[in-house]
Antibody, heavy 121, light 110 residues
Framework: QVQLVQSGSELKKPGASVKVSCKTSGYTFTNYFINWVRQAPGQGLEWMGNINTKTGTPKYVQGFTGRFVFSRDTSVSTAYLQIDSLKTDDTAVYYC??????????????WGQGTLVTVSS | QSALTQPASVSGSPGQSITISCTGTRSDVGGYNYVCWCQQHPGKAPKLIIYDVSKRPSGVSNRFSGSKSGNTASLTISGLQADDEGDYYCISYAGPNTLIFGGGTKLTVL
């Protein structure tokens, strides 16, 4: 079955970098985009953008440009989210999600379990 | 782009039906038949329950239904159950490779 397994929680200091992994299995990795979604503590879901897993082309929405990098490694069916120059406001749970097949644009029918990134001095 | 507008909270008793609205613009909800809904229980990852306005993924109960009129989409949950309690988010396509989320609605089952 389709699975997306994310890396574990991270505690980082302001100014540091973090790289979150999203390892997929159970389907052909390059057939579907991977979306990235942020959820700050007590807040709603926010679409950060996605990556075309076939071409590696990322799409970033406003507010997630510059310090955020989406990448993928097709040899291990894994997508990555790197955040540089971390700020305390980046403290959130980050989710990866595989877009649903046979549907119009969508956030995903299979989600990772989420990775909590805590930024604190 | 601003988030889609949802009521902060709705509530209902077991067995009743509730409807959650999601208001956007002609550039998102009103412009495309690509509205989705996700359910999120506390501490859990979201779950897709509606896509393409009114279609349900395999395994999702037919108590969940979606519709759209103009710039407003709606999610209706019939036969409310305790396990339906949680947060619900609408998501709309908003142009080339762009999604936009609603602010979320907290459903309380009384």
């Amino acid at each position: 079955q389709v699975q997306l397994v994310q890396s574990g929680s991270e505690l980082k200091k302001p100014g540091a970098s973090v790289k979150v992994s999203c390892k997929t299995s159970g389907y052909t990795f390059t057939n579907y985009f991977i979306n990235w979604v942020r959820q700050a503590p007590g807040q709603g879901l926010e679409w950060m953008g996605n990556i075309n897993t076939k071409t590696g082309t990322p799409k970033y929405v406003q507010g997630f440009t510059g310090r955020f990098v989406f990448s993928r490694d097709t040899s291990v069916s894994t997508a990555y989210l790197q955040i540089d120059s971390l700020k305390t406001d980046d403290t959130a749970v980050y989710y990866c999600a595989k877009e649903a097949p046979g549907a119009g644009p969508n956030p995903g029918d299979s989600w990772g379990q989420g990775t909590l990134v805590t930024v604190s001095s | 782009q601003s988030a889609l507008t949802q009521p902060a909270s709705v509530s209902g008793s077991p067995g009743q039906s509730i409807t959650i609205s999601c208001t956007g613009t002609r550039s998102d909800v009103g412009g495309y038949n690509y509205v989705c809904w996700c359910q999120q229980h506390p501490g859990k990852a979201p779950k897709l329950i509606i896509y393409d306005v009114s279609k349900r993924p395999s395994g999702v109960s037919n108590r969940f239904s979606g519709s759209k009129s103009g710039n407003t989409a709606s999610l209706t949950i019939s036969g409310l159950q305790a396990d339906d309690e949680g947060d619900y988010y609408c998501i709309s396509y908003a142009g080339p490779n762009t999604l936009i989320f609603g602010g979320g609605t907290k459903l309380t089952v009384l």
